[in-house]
């Protein structure tokens, strides 16, 4: 997963993709939240999502243009 993360992440700010719209950069940039579960009887895709959207939260708020693997 670490690997994929890294993939996309780079990938994207290596296109240069300019963004003239933003206040915080002039390129397009990615933030990536993951999180990981064993299935099992009490594992619910709720929190699978739940943790996916606080690591990609805590990206953002790192500086953005990163990836958080809960």
């Known amino acids: 997963m670490i690997y994929?993360?890294?993939?996309?992440?780079?990938?994207v700010e290596l296109a240069q993709i300019e963004h003239c719209q933003s206040q915080i950069g002039n390129v397009v940039t990615i933030s990536i939240g993951a999180a990981l579960v064993t299935p099992c009887q009490d594992s619910a895709a709720k929190d699978l999502i739940i943790n996916a959207d606080r690591a990609?939260?805590?990206?953002?708020?790192k500086g953005r243009n990163r990836w958080v693997i809960a």
């Not at 990609?56 to 708020?61: P, R, S, T």
């Open 4 to 11: 994929v993360a890294e993939l996309l992440r780079a990938s």
């Open 56 to 61: 990609l939260y805590e990206a953002k708020h």
